[in-house]
């Protein structure tokens, strides 16, 4: 059974998708009343969000004003992208090759979160979208059994800023990146693994896409 979300989860879900996608700018500066305002709670929940979205590098406090949201350009974003290519790619090989029966067993949940994923994607939910991609991709690599490799590839994803991703809400480009998780699958199912590290790899890469125009 899933647990249960806090209202400070729910905030910090919803801060963090906006600033993940761009809809809150890089270097844009927020106070805790005015996003209590947008997200309709009182400004503890925010003020308590923020403290853990500065900790894990989203926003920087700036005394007697608020938070402002930390500058990230395409070349560190990039760098990001390097670097999760030399660990998801492979990993997602080796469970084709090694554990596409194990993968099997947990195919009903991952295809959920497939579905979730989709269906954030058509009805603009981007919080939802995000929450959707983070477990699918976090539970499939889990099933190697690292619980290294899944909280370093967490925290990388995280720092990973998709600018731009608002923009293409309705669009068929998101869409596609969504159900590409589908493709994904099969192909790990199937025990195809090259295809599945290929797969993958494009998947990663695909980040880049988000950053339109470039920064």
Known sequence: MARATSLREQ????????????????GELVSAPVLATRYGVSATPVREAMLNLEARGFVTTVRNKGFRVTEVHRDDVASLIAVRRLLEPPAVGQLAAERHELVA????RLRSLADAI???ARSGDLVAYLR?????HSELLALLGNRHLVQVVGQLRSQTRLIGLATAIGTPKLEQSAVEHYELLDLVLAGDAAA???????????????????I
């Open 118 to 120: 989709v269906a954030g």
């Open 132 to 136: 959707a991609d983070t477990l699918f």
């Open 11 to 26: 905030v910090e879900d919803a801060i963090a998708a906006a600033i993940v996608t761009g809809e809150l700018a890089p």
């Open 105 to 108: 067993e947990h195919a009903p």
């Open 196 to 214: 599945a590290e290929a797969y993958m790899s494009h998947h990663v890469s695909a980040v880049l896409d988000w950053w339109a125009p470039p």
